[in-house]
């Protein structure tokens, strides 16, 4: 079965640009998320959604990022007016049921974002 | 909010030995406590994890301990493989909460 994936998994963007990553999760998990990973570093927590809703988006470093997940399975993350602290790589996580439960996050292979 | 603190950031070994990282977190109420390994150019993969209920747990060559008093929990790998080596991060959350990630250690087995 296919694991998480996300696309592009390279993105080279110039500042002030808007950018698009997409999330595409395990068939059927409840939970998604978000994370950002620059370089050396752990990952760091964005937000979360339960099936479509955007139960915490805490993490999310200022107003020009926004998240999506209008169906319940494929998530959108976007930056808009990209600039050069931005560039990290972004992962996808999904895992099958909802925060309350421990359970295995899975993770994507990440998009790496550079801005320049 | 919850601090997860992992040592050391590298680590070197030979084929054969053993490896233990450490991490400790600030946040008692904190009851999940999952180890990542990522591999270059790679999303983390879950190698093991433990839960507040239980003090150790091992799967084959690899264990994890946990001292809720002291709030550390530890890494063990026996055996290492060249095939281990890999950045390894510990995390620590509670019910309802997103995971909070140490820094990572960078693990080089040398055959």
């Known amino acids: 079965g296919a694991g998480v994936s996300q696309s592009p998994r390279y993105k080279v963007a110039k500042r002030g640009q808007d950018v698009a990553l997409r999330c595409d999760p395990i068939?059927?998990?409840?939970?998604l998320f978000w994370y950002q990973q620059a370089l050396g570093q752990g990952p760091e927590f964005l937000t979360y959604f339960q099936n479509e809703a955007q139960l915490d988006k805490s993490g999310l470093p200022s107003d020009r990022f926004f998240a999506e997940r209008p169906e319940g399975s494929v998530s959108t993350l976007k930056i808009q007016r990209t600039q050069q602290e931005d560039s990290a790589v972004y992962l996808c996580?999904?895992?099958?049921?909802?925060?309350?439960?421990?359970?295995?996050?899975?993770f994507g292979p990440g998009t790496r974002l550079t801005v320049l | 909010g919850e601090n997860v603190e992992q040592h050391p950031s590298t680590l070197s070994v030979q084929e054969g030995d053993s490896a233990v990282i450490k991490c400790t977190y600030s946040?008692?109420?904190?009851?999940?406590f999952p180890w990542y390994k990522q591999e270059l150019g790679k999303g983390p993969q879950l190698i093991i994890d433990i839960r507040s209920n239980v003090g150790e747990k091992k799967d084959q060559r690899i264990a994890v301990t946990l001292n809720k008093t002291a709030k550390h929990f530890s890494l063990h790998i026996t055996e290492t493989q060249p095939e281990d080596s890999a950045v390894y991060f510990c995390a620590a959350s509670r019910a309802g909460t997103a995971l909070i990630f140490g820094k990572g250690t960078t693990l080089s087995v040398s055959s």
């Open positions: 068939s059927g998990h409840v939970s």
């Open positions: 946040d008692s109420a904190s009851n999940y």
């Open positions: 996580a999904s895992s099958y049921r909802d925060l309350t439960t421990y359970n295995e996050q899975f």
